[in-house]
C-alpha cells in the first residue's frame, strides 16, 4: 500500500503487466463518499466547494446541476462558466 501523498501503481498494471498510476478526467461530478448525500464537482483531484479532495474514482462529465449535487460546487461552477464564457444553468 502507498504512502500519505503517493498513488498506489500496484492495484493498476496495463496488458503487459506494467504498473500505471489511475487514470483520472480533468473534472467533473463524484460522491466523493458513499455517505455523501450530495455529489460533488472536482476539478483537479478537489471539489469546489472545498470539502473534498478525490484521489480515485470516475467522474461524470455531465454539464447539468441536479438536486442530488452540492450547491456550493453548482454555484462555484456557474462562476467558473460565466467566467470562460460558456452557458450557466440554473441550480436547483
Known amino acids: 500500500m502507498a504512502d500519505k501523498g503517493e498513488l ?5 498494471p496495463d ?7 489511475p487514470v483520472r478526467a480533468a473534472e467533473g461530478w463524484a460522491w466523493p463518499m458513499a455517505s455523501c448525500r450530495k455529489a460533488h464537482y472536482f476539478v483537479d483531484g478537489r471539489s469546489l466547494c472545498g470539502k473534498y479532495g ?7 462529465d455531465n454539464p447539468y446541476i ?27
Not at 8 to 12: E, F, G, T, V
Not at 15 to 21: A, K, Q, R, T
Not at 54 to 60: C, E, I, N, Q, V
Not at 66 to 92: H, S
Open 54 to 60: 478525490l484521489l480515485r474514482g470516475d467522474l461524470d
Open 8 to 12: 498506489d501503481y500496484d492495484n493498476h
Open 66 to 92: 441536479g438536486p442530488n449535487d452540492c450547491r456550493e460546487c453548482g454555484r462555484r461552477l456557474n462562476a467558473r462558466r460565466k467566467k470562460a464564457g460558456l452557458f450557466q444553468i440554473n441550480v436547483p
Open 15 to 21: 496488458d503487459e503487466g506494467n504498473h500505471l498510476p
